[in-house]
């Protein structure tokens, strides 16, 4: 199947500045999708994005699928986007998603 | 429009015991998938259904199993469990029928083994 590497694994900021995630993967993917997981568990979807870039706010991201590698940039950032980053392909073949072991950022004031 | 929702939130089992998750997903979606979280295993699949019929499954022992309704209700069972099986479960819905769409997650429901 299908393999999802992220970087970093832990990310220390300090409010205000600015960050990228990277998100590499084996086979080509018709879609990545990112999310976030907040400190009580909940998993919400930031990005659903096949190619090309996408923006929400201060967040925005960039899939490159010819390359195989998408980025989750993070800017101004605020103590409530501390938490863990996800990046998701679709398993090959499947109709299920492969998750990345995701990066820990930790926001502070 | 209300999100997906799983219940119940959190759940302790002793060994050997069987147990029942629910999940409503969000109104209109007809998939209906659920994945296990863990500290050492990360986020993995488990299965995932449309229009009630299981389209997918992941590598999980067959006391993992899952069924879901025609109004797209799903449930979960895990049966004679086991210490490895506690974990935090979530259900996600999506609108698409082909490959995963944009997946929605309820909070999950906190499964503790002892």
């Known amino acids: 199947g299908i393999q999802v590497e992220q970087s970093p694994p832990d990310l220390i900021l300090q409010e205000g500045a600015n960050s990228t995630l990277r998100c590499n993967f084996s086979?080509?993917?018709?879609?990545l999708q990112w999310f976030h997981q907040n400190p009580w568990g909940q998993l919400i979807n930031l990005f659903y994005?096949?190619?090309g870039t996408k923006q929400n706010g201060r967040l925005s991201a960039t899939t490159v699928a010819t390359e195989r590698y998408s980025l989750l940039y993070i800017s101004s950032s605020q103590t409530t986007d501390s938490g863990v980053y996800f990046c998701a392909a679709p398993d090959t073949g499947r109709r299920a998603l492969t998750f990345g072991s995701g990066t820990r950022l930790q926001v502070q004031p | 429009k209300a999100g997906v929702t799983q219940t119940p939130r959190y759940l302790i089992k002793t060994r050997g015991q069987q147990v029942t998750l629910s999940c409503s997903p969000i109104?209109?979606?007809?998939?209906v998938s659920w994945y296990q979280q863990t500290p050492g295993q990360g986020l993995q699949f488990l299965f995932e259904y449309f229009s009630e019929t299981q389209r997918n499954k992941g590598n999980f022992p067959g006391r993992f199993s899952g069924r879901q309704f025609s109004n797209s209700r799903s449930e979960m069972n895990v049966s004679t469990l086991e210490l490895g099986d506690s974990a935090l479960y979530l259900c996600a819905s999506s609108s698409t029928q082909g490959a995963p769409g944009p997946l929605h997650f309820g909070n999950g429901t906190r499964l503790t083994v002892t």
């Open positions: 109104s209109g979606h007809r998939s």
């Open positions: 994005i096949p190619s």
């Open positions: 086979d080509s993917v018709n879609n």
